[in-house]
């Protein structure tokens, strides 16, 4: 199938890899003429990092490159494309503007999906002529090796819709969660941000420090919630299942819950707390070479993953 990637930055290219990849012909297209050039002069360089980490499903770099093809034209993009997936700026004016034009332009029966990360697609589809085909496919960054994408329908958008969406997120290699109706935050962010607050809470209170707080996500808490979900979690660890668990541990955690009901602000004095502590561990001259440092460790772990499934199972 074809694949409109409308928007090129950080995350339209990263999709146009993740599509391409998985046999898809791509059409690369920015309101920025110069940024489908950049795009795939990135793009380059990542699939070569893929190809040595055998995350290509066997392909040459150069097979998936030639998939990708920067487009001048909007109306080129999208000529002939199944499914299109939008990649501007997080304005809800923007997505508005650049909805309309996509919905007047794109084939009768394409997909047209946004990534954005928190803007409910009911705000921006409403008053269009097919809204029904129109829905948010929002990755994690970057979606060539976190599979995880949620789609949102808005409350007008079809079921076929949403099902042909979540049929070719999976073809594709990916993880769709599909959400049976919008909701600030979806459902990660709302994962997210409940852990954050709480971090946040943990340090502004002063009974942890922000490396203590690290250590219980990356040295516990997350190995395995590498491979498993908080559900199938619980459900392995009490003898008899989430019953079982439920019984035993939910007491713990009613009484914790009252004591995280009231806000913390993060922007308030344990801003200077978090951020001497980040500093000390990391000058900000160095975050751009330990991101480098976070997407190899990605890419071995995305390797490990596709490994570990082989060999023990999903
Ligand atoms: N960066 C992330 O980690 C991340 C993760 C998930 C989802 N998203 C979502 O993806 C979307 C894009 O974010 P990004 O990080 O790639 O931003 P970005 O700034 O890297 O890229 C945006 C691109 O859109 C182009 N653009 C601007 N106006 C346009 C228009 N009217 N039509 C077409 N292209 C236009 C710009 O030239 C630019 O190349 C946002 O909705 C964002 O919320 C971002």
Redesign the pocket.
Known sequence: MKIAI???????RAWAISFARAGHDVALW???AA?TGHARAWICGVLDDLARTELLRGQAPTAVLDRISPTAELADALDGAGHVQE????KPD?KR??FALLDRLADADAIIA?????LLPSTFTELLEGRHRCLVA????PPYLIPAVEVVPAPWTSQRIVDRTRDLLAEAGHAPLVMKRELDGFIMNRLQGALLEEAFRLVADGYAGIEDVDIGIRDGLALRWSFMGPFETIDLNTPGGVRDYVERYQGIYANLFTQMQRRVDWAGPVLETVEAARRERLPEDRLGERRLWRDRRLMALAAHKKRAEGEYGA
């Open positions: 409308i928007g090129s930055g950080f995350i339209g920015d309101r920025d940024a990649n501007a700026p997080e923007v503007e650049v946004s990534s954005s990360s928190a929002h990755p994690l960054n």
